[in-house]
T-cell receptor, first 112, second 115 residues
Framework: AQSVTQLDSQVPVFEEAPVELRCNYSSSVSVYLFWYVQYPNQGLQLLLKYLSGSTLVESINGFEAEFNKSQTSFHLRKPSVHISDTAEYFC??????????FGAGTRLTVKP | DAGVTQSPTHLIKTRGQQVTLRCSPKSGHDTVSWYQQALGQGPQFIFQYYEEEERQRGNFPDRFSGHQFPNYSSELNVNALLLGDSALYLC??????????????FGQGTRLTVV
């Protein structure tokens, strides 16, 4: 079965600073990797996903993540964060049967 | 497109009672998964339904059961509620089990409080 470890429970940063949210996964089969974002009192929204092909994937709002098979990682990065990026971020992994498993989450707080 | 809709949005139940939560998947989706998200934690996989059958199950007791209807909508039932069942219950829909890597669309969740 797949599992995900998010290495940081909280990440505080100042506005316009770069940020990296770390995610490591374990799986014995082919994996598909996702980052979801959750704003207060809302469901989860897909930020970006890795299925195959290029190991670097990007979202429309400036986030990117790189799939590293040798390090079993899928870290999320943004070169310059905004106040509006404050949210909970979840890394997730699924296999061919689409049973998605989530990490514990990282709370990103962007300070002015 | 209404996306994934869940009802009710909030619910308060007494310990020992039973509860039913409902989910309508995104149009065109045929697979529904349920997750429990306790406060400050990530979503935990409960089970997944496809073609009206439970296809996969996480580490949850038999008190948690579900159903999928011919129109792909789904219900989550929890019997003999415990205080520890208090959580946000999320429904996610996707298209066709077995293809792998399918994006899951989430509803807003049902906030269940057991007192």
């Amino acid at each position: 079965a797949q599992s995900v470890t998010q290495l940081d429970s909280q990440v505080p940063v100042f506005e316009e600073a770069p940020v990296e949210l770390r995610c490591n996964y374990s799986s014995s089969v082919s994996v598909y990797l996702f980052w979801y974002v959750q704003y207060p009192n809302q469901g989860l929204q897909l930020l970006l996903k890795y299925l195959s092909g290029s190991t670097l994937v990007e979202s429309i709002n400036g986030f990117e993540a790189e799939f590293n098979k040798s390090q079993t990682s899928f870290h999320l990065r943004k070169p310059s964060v905004h106040i509006s990026d404050t949210a909970e971020y979840f890394c997730a992994v699924s296999g061919n049967n689409n049973d998605m498993r989530f990490g514990a989450g990282t709370r990103l707080t962007v300070k002015p | 497109d209404a996306g994934v809709t869940q009802s009710p949005t909030h619910l308060i139940k007494t310990r020992g009672q039973q509860v039913t939560l409902r989910c309508s998947p995104k149009s065109g989706h045929d697979t529904v998964s349920w997750y429990q998200q306790a406060l400050g934690q990530g979503p935990q996989f409960i089970f997944q339904y496809y073609e009206e059958e439970e296809r996969q199950r996480g580490n949850f007791p038999d008190r948690f059961s579900g159903h999928q209807f011919p129109n792909y909508s789904s219900e989550l039932n929890v019997n003999a509620l415990l205080l520890g069942d208090s959580a946000l219950y999320l429904c996610a829909s996707s298209l066709k089990i077995g293809t792998g890597g399918t994006e899951a669309f989430f509803g807003q969740g049902t906030r269940l409080t057991v007192v």
